[in-house]
T-cell receptor, first 113, second 115 residues
Framework: GQQLNQSPQSMFIQEGEDVSMNCTSS?????WLWYKQDPGEGPVLLIALYKAGELTSNGRLTAQFGITRKDSFLNISASIPSDVGIYFCAGQAYTGTASKLTFGTGTRLQVTL | GAVVSQHPSWVICKSGTSVKIECRSLDFQATTMFWYRQFPKQSLMLMAT?????????EQGVEKDKFLINHASLTLSTLTVTSAHPEDSSFYICSARTGVKYEQYFGPGTRLTVT
């Protein structure tokens, strides 16, 4: 099935640094979701975005729904060791009982002390 | 809120046997649940969409006779891997969708190992 392109694929950063990652699609989405997955666990919903241009924060996390509706960005400020994990974006083309998520390829984040 | 549980969290079975995995939405009703499969270092791949009271919709390439899905109530969906083989070993994750804004919440996953 279709997957969204996420970049970077992986990144090593130092504790305290800010992190940016993005997700792009060839098609339009009405909803963007960002998830974090720890090893051996299911993804946890971080932020949900519903309108083009929307900027939403959740603690140190900020995500934006791109104006074109074909991309989304996630920023993490002042990273800490527990931010380690894989971050997935997911897009939903429409809201309705038949809709389903399309997932990104993931960004693996590693934080060094 | 929006908690999804899965049971078991891991299972080892012999080749040829069947395994059932349960997915429950604990604090909300989910008319739609989803089953995903994830290989190491890869993204989630949707296997099927399960609607309460109706037949599941399988993604292309997923064998419906091998991966039986039942969504008997608004809080429970089950995935049965029939006649499991080593190539079915994987991490299986379910998710449940709320009726509010169609957000999906995921269970903790089930690690299946077929020997």
């Amino acid at each position: 099935g279709q997957q969204l392109n996420q970049s970077p694929q992986s990144m090593f950063i130092q504790e305290g640094e800010d992190v940016s990652m993005n997700c792009t699609s060839s098609s339009i989405f009405n909803t963007w979701l960002w998830y974090k997955q720890d090893p051996g666990e299911g993804p946890v919903l971080l932020i949900a975005l519903y309108k083009a241009g929307e900027l939403t924060s959740n603690g140190r996390l900020t995500a934006q729904f791109g104006i074109t509706r074909k991309d989304s960005f996630l920023n993490i400020s002042a990273s800490i060791p527990s931010d380690v994990g894989i971050y997935f974006c997911a897009g939903q083309a429409y809201t309705g009982t038949a809709s389903k998520l399309t997932f990104g390829t993931g960004t693996r984040l590693q934080v060094t002390l | 809120g929006a908690v999804v549980s899965q049971h078991p969290s891991w299972v080892i079975c012999k080749s040829g046997t069947s395994v059932k995995i349960e997915c429950r939405s604990l604090d909300f009703q989910a008319t739609t649940m989803f089953w995903y499969r994830q290989f190491p270092k890869q993204s989630l791949m949707l296997m099927a969409t399960s609607n309460e009271g109706s037949k599941a919709t399988y993604e292309q390439g997923v064998e419906k006779d091998k991966f039986l899905i039942n969504h008997a109530s608004l809080t429970l969906s089950t995935l049965t891997v029939t006649s499991a083989h080593p190539e079915d070993s994987s991490f299986y994750i379910c998710s449940a969708r709320t009726g509010v804004k169609y957000e999906q919440y995921f269970g903790p996953g089930t690690r299946l190992t077929v020997t």
